[in-house]
Each structure stands twice: as C-alpha cells, then as structure tokens.
C-alpha cells in the first residue's frame, strides 16, 4: 500500500529549517520507510518556494534541499473535479465553525491540504493518506469530512506549533503501511 504524508506550514516551522534534529528525524522516517511527503503548492508558497517556476525547487530554506534529495515532492496542482471541490467546500464550513476567534480565517492554504488529500485518493487505489496540522480547525475538518466521502484509510495527526516534535515517530508517518 502506498503511504503519503501531507504536512501544513506550521509543521515544517515548528521543525525548523535544515540543518536540525528534528529535520534529520523527519529525513530519516520518511526514507527508512519508504513513504512519500507531498507538499500543496500553497503550502510551498507559504514556505519561501515559488510553486509555479519552471525548475524546483526554488527558494525554500524550509523544503528545497529535501525536494533535491527526494524525499519530498511538490504535489501536482489540485483539479477541479467534483469530488474535490465538494470536500474543499465542506471542509471549509466545518473549520469556520470551529473557529472562536473573531480574528482566526480560514485561508486557501488551508484547503489546499484537503484538495491534495482528496485528489489522491481520487488517483490511486490503494492508498492510505496522513495528513499532519497544527491547526485544530483543519484538523477536525479533515476528521470529519474526508471520511464523510467513503475515504476512511486517512489519519489525521495535530500538534500545536510549539509540540511538533511529538509528531516525529514512524507510527506517524508509516499508518497504512503494509508490506505486500
């Protein structure tokens, strides 16, 4: 089964840019175990990188050196297809009635993790999905709705920004994993 990991912003700031621990700790997860990060567009955009350039990587102090290496993919741009745009919708509904901070937004960034999530599973049959967050809102979008559409091999992990490392463990990134 193939394992991709979708990561927001504020997991790779609470990281840190390379070189560091816990940078290295993500490196060697992801290749000892041969799972896969995709990186949203947004989310690289977000991070310093210029997703639409004609050579990547291209500016990320966060991903760039990762993305040479191999172990971190810029995700295809979400298409709209109905499926997708529906759980985007949804998914934002659900995070602006989490939010209790009349000054807290929902943003496109945000949405894009669920896009990539969807259209992943709407391209491969034999998937499982983890998405990683910092932002509760997102995080009880994606538990919420991505199930609500029939895809139930997804887990979806939160840790505030300042806890990130209690992310860092193989069980993490490898749920799904199975050797065939």
């Given at each position: 089964?193939?394992?991709?990991?979708?990561?927001?912003?504020?997991?790779?700031?609470?990281?840190?840019?390379?070189?560091?621990?816990?940078?290295?700790?993500?490196?060697?997860?992801?290749t000892?175990?041969?799972?896969?990060?995709?990186?949203?567009?947004?989310?690289?955009?977000?991070?310093?990188?210029?997703?639409?350039?004609?050579?990547?990587?291209?500016?990320?102090?966060?991903?760039?050196?990762?993305?040479?290496?191999?172990?971190?993919?810029?995700?295809?741009?979400?298409?709209?297809?109905?499926?997708?745009?529906a759980?985007?919708?949804?998914?934002?509904?659900?995070?602006?009635?989490?939010?209790?901070?009349?000054?807290?937004?929902?943003?496109?960034?945000?949405?894009?993790?669920?896009?990539?999530?969807?259209?992943?599973?709407?391209?491969?049959e034999?998937?499982?999905?983890?998405?990683?967050?910092?932002?509760?809102?997102?995080?009880?979008?994606?538990?919420?709705?991505?199930?609500?559409?029939?895809?139930?091999?997804?887990?979806?992990?939160?840790?505030?920004?300042?806890?990130?490392?209690?992310?860092?463990?193989?069980?993490?990134?490898?749920?799904?994993?199975?050797?065939?």
């Open positions: 089964m193939r394992v991709v990991n979708v990561l927001d912003t504020g997991i790779f700031h609470g990281i840190g840019k390379p070189p560091s621990a816990a940078y290295d700790d993500l490196e060697t997860i992801i000892e175990h041969t799972v896969e990060i995709q990186l949203p567009r947004p989310i690289y955009a977000e991070l310093g990188g210029d997703p639409t350039a004609d050579q990547q990587p291209s500016g990320s102090d966060y991903v760039d050196q990762a993305i040479r290496d191999g172990w971190i993919d810029i995700a295809a741009p979400v298409a709209d297809s109905e499926p997708v745009d759980t985007v919708q949804d998914a934002r509904h659900v995070m602006e009635s989490a939010i209790t901070h009349g000054k807290t937004a929902v943003f496109a960034e945000d949405h894009s993790l669920i896009g990539v999530t969807m259209q992943l599973f709407e391209r491969a034999n998937i499982h999905v983890n998405l990683f967050t910092t932002d509760l809102p997102l995080q009880q979008a994606a538990a919420a709705v991505v199930p609500s559409y029939g895809y139930y091999d997804f887990d979806v992990y939160f840790a505030p920004p300042q806890s990130v490392s209690t992310l860092l463990h193989p069980s993490h990134f490898t749920a799904g994993y199975r050797s065939e």
